[in-house]
Structure formats: structure tokens, C-alpha cells
């Protein structure tokens, strides 16, 4: 598991940045934030993938580098999941992609209570592929397992990665249970979650701050 902010770098004062009242209220910061920190991410992810040497042809001789095998597939879930997965895809540009629509579904009348919804999924062949699948928000872990065993009807990828800006302890010991193949990727991990299953001290809802509230 790898967490940013238990060392210095720039991750830390753009998660703080996603935090701050006095900042979040900028929709357009707080997206950009967001799609930096994939971005890092991407970068660190990228590192322990496989690679290949070619030779590219200069002006004035040959070089030789190493580029990607293949390029991942990288899966969020909407809306929240946007500006990070865009962060991702600056990086990862040739990357095939998937999109999943979950949400909590709430009983009547009891806000505490729920189920997690999901009602889309689109998705290229996973089958020997690696997965990147990020969410902003770590919190109960739910939605991540149900996204993730939605896409496996898609094929079953090689490797998997799940990246998240925050995460609760209970949220990692979920996914840790549930999914014990896949590799966690974290901006910070924070103290717990409330009676309603937000994190705390967390930065509030990452799709109302990204793109306006709901009704």
C-alpha cells in the first residue's frame, strides 16, 4: 500500500488544498486538484509496470528507451470520479477505458442505511490487462468491491490497482478483506467514519464540490 502524505511532496498540498474551506468552494481548483493528484498517481502506479525497449529514430541516430508493454485500462466511477480519472489519462494517453455509475440508494426516510446502487457499466476486454480503477473517496470500501466485481464479466485483468485522494481505515480494511489481489494507492488516510459513513476529517462530497449540488 502506498500512501502519499507519509512523505514530503507536492501530493500534500494539494490534498490539503481539496480540504480547505476557504479554497474548495473554487469548482475549478478543486477539479484541478483532484486531476494532479491522478496525475502523480499515474506516475507512481506507472513505475512498477512492465516495459519494453524500442529504438526511436533521432535527426541524428538512434536512441534506445524504455516505453510500456501495454497500456492499462483505467476505470472510475461517475460522477465524482472524473476530474482524478482525468489526471490519469494525462498520463496514461492511450489508455482503453471504463465507466461505472454507482451511488448510495438510501431506504425511505432513513439516512444512515444503505445499499450501494449501480445502474451503468461500459467497459473494453480486461482479460490479461492491467486495471487502474480510482474513486476520490475510500469510505466504505462498497462501491469499489460492487465496481469491481462488475467489471470482471468483462474479462479478468491481470493486475489491479485502486487509487483513492482519501480513505477511511474501515474503507481499507474492506477492500483489503474483499479484494486482497488488488493494490491500494492513497493520498491519505484519515481518522475513521461518522454514524452516516462519511469520512472524517475527509473534504466533503468530491461530486458536489467538483460539479455543483443535487437534488
Not at 6 to 24: C, G, H, K
Not at 75 to 93: C, V
Not at 112 to 127: G, K, N, Q, T
Not at 193 to 205: A, C, F, K, Q, T
Request: proline content about 5%; some cysteine; overall charge negative.
Amino acid at each position: 500500500m502506498f500512501v502519499f502524505t507519509q512523505q514530503p511532496s507536492l501530493a500534500n498540498q494539494y490534498i490539503a488544498e481539496l480540504r480547505d474551506v476557504s479554497i474548495q468552494q473554487d469548482r475549478m481548483r478543486f477539479r484541478r486538484n483532484l486531476e494532479r493528484l491522478g496525475e502523480l498517481m499515474a506516475y507512481e502506479i506507472s513505475k512498477t509496470l512492465s516495459y519494453q525497449t524500442v529504438a526511436v529514430q533521432t535527426p541524428l541516430g538512434v536512441s534506445h528507451t524504455q516505453v510500456l508493454r501495454k497500456q492499462p485500462v483505467l476505470a472510475t466511477i461517475m460522477r465524482a470520479g472524473l476530474p482524478f480519472h482525468q489526471g490519469f489519462i494525462n498520463y496514461f494517453d492511450q489508455a482503453e477505458n471504463a465507466f461505472a455509475g454507482a451511488y448510495r440508494g438510501y431506504s425511505s426516510g432513513d439516512n444512515d442505511e444503505f445499499e450501494i446502487a449501480m445502474d451503468y457499466i461500459v467497459s473494453p476486454d480486461l482479460s490479461g490487462k492491467t486495471l487502474i480503477l480510482c474513486d476520490p473517496m475510500l469510505a466504505t470500501g462498497r462501491s469499489l468491491e460492487k465496481v469491481y466485481h462488475a467489471l470482471l464479466r468483462y474479462g479478468i485483468p491481470a493486475q489491479t490497482h485502486i487509487a483513492a485522494v482519501i480513505a477511511s481505515p474501515e474503507g481499507i480494511r474492506h477492500v483489503q478483506e474483499q479484494l486482497p489481489q488488488c493494490h491500494l494507492w492513497l493520498g491519505a488516510i484519515d481518522d475513521h467514519l461518522n454514524e452516516h459513513s462519511y469520512i472524517i476529517p475527509g473534504l466533503g462530497d468530491s461530486g458536489d464540490l467538483s460539479y455543483g449540488g443535487k437534488v
